[in-house]
């Protein structure tokens, strides 16, 4: 028996409710503008509110099953150690079939492909779209979409994965941090997780944002992908797969600054030795000064 594959979509944006009604008729995707991928090589980034923003008609699309099927009949599976699920030019025209977290399905297909450039060109981009009653719909837009192993909770927790993975639309949190380096065939899927939180400002790590698109931060990590280049900036926070591990001080966070509310666990956060690499802490981020 072929063994099971899940490809997992991250989930909705900004931590809202999902409405899993109603989906026989999968005529749109509520997509969240894509925003600047802020991705560059000092560490820079415009961060933002979104693991993926793909859904369809309210609810997640949860995976692709199984294996892709070729324009000549061949099935292709997405399995790689040392790469990418997913590379090169041999995917399109494939078809897969989606699974809605509904336990509904949807057919799916993959329509180009285009390779990234400079210390991304082992990361390889598709125009996915999916099948509705009037036709074919972009699942991410111009943008496209990344494959990523490993697969997203409810609460935006990552789980690496050999026989799971994702389709990151580029602009969002999972393939910006992806985009900056952090890549799980290259042994930082720890980074990774750090990554999503940190963007979102996810920082109770319950899957529920606290920053705005746009906002720029400095991030940097523990096994020099990205640097420090902005020493007089102001730290805000240590970070780890499970959210911050620690900020320097209320005032100076996105969520103060931006005037949102103030996550629940942030106060029992609050240090004045955050900011250093401790055993568990894979990010450090900054914020310009005020």
């Given at each position: 028996?072929?063994?099971q594959m899940?490809?997992g979509?991250a ?7 999902t409405?899993e009604?109603?989906?026989?008729q999968?005529?749109e995707?509520?997509q969240?503008?894509v925003?600047l ?16 923003g793909?859904?369809?008609?309210g609810?997640s699309?949860?995976?692709?099953s199984?294996?892709g099927v070729s324009?000549n009949?061949?099935?292709?599976t997405?399995?790689?150690t ?8 041999g995917p399109?025209?494939?078809t897969?079939?989606g699974?809605l977290s509904n336990?509904g ?7 180009n ?6 210390t991304n060109?082992d990361l390889?981009?598709y125009?996915?779209s999916?099948?509705?009653?009037t036709?074919w719909?972009s699942?991410?837009?111009e ?9 997203w909770?409810a609460s935006?927790?990552?789980?690496s994965?050999?026989?799971?993975f994702?389709f ?5 949190t999972?393939?910006k941090?992806?985009e900056?380096g ?5 042994g930082?899927?720890n980074?990774?997780?750090s990554?999503?939180?940190l ?7 319950t899957?529920?944002p606290?920053?705005?698109?746009g906002t ?18 102001i730290?805000?926070g240590e970070?780890?797969?499970?959210g911050?591990?620690?900020v ?5 966070t ?7 509310t ?19 802490t894979?990010?450090i981020?900054e914020?310009?000064?005020l």
């Amino acid at each position: 028996m072929m063994q099971q594959m899940m490809v997992g979509i991250a989930m909705l944006l900004s931590g809202c409710a999902t409405d899993e009604a109603d989906l026989d008729q999968t005529d749109e995707v509520e997509q969240e503008g894509v925003s600047l991928n802020g991705v560059s090589l000092n560490g820079v980034s415009l961060n933002g509110v979104s693991l993926n923003g793909a859904s369809l008609n309210g609810a997640s699309l949860d995976g692709v099953s199984v294996a892709g099927v070729s324009q000549n009949g061949t099935t292709l599976t997405a399995v790689s150690t040392n790469g990418p699920p997913l590379s090169g030019t041999g995917p399109v025209g494939s078809t897969w079939t989606g699974i809605l977290s509904n336990g509904g399905t949807l057919k799916m297909r993959i329509d180009n492909a285009s390779r990234g450039a400079g210390t991304n060109s082992d990361l390889w981009f598709y125009g996915v779209s999916y099948e509705t009653s009037t036709g074919w719909n972009s699942l991410c837009g111009e943008a496209g979409a990344l494959p990523v192993a490993g697969v997203w909770s409810a609460s935006a927790a990552y789980t690496s994965s050999a026989t799971q993975f994702t389709f990151a639309c580029r602009g969002k949190t999972v393939a910006k941090c992806v985009e900056l380096g952090y890549k799980p065939y290259k042994g930082h899927a720890n980074q990774l997780a750090s990554c999503t939180r940190l963007l979102r400002g996810d920082y109770c790590g319950t899957g529920v944002p606290y920053t705005v698109d746009g906002t720029v931060l400095n991030l940097y990590d523990n096994v020099g992908v990205q640097f420090d280049t902005e020493p007089l900036w102001i730290k805000e926070g240590e970070w780890t797969p499970n959210g911050a591990r620690c900020v320097t001080n209320v005032v100076t966070t996105r969520f103060l600054a931006r005037k949102l509310t103030v996550p629940p666990c942030v106060l029992a956060l609050v240090s004045v030795s955050c900011g250093s690499f401790r055993s568990g802490t894979y990010l450090i981020d900054e914020l310009p000064p005020l």
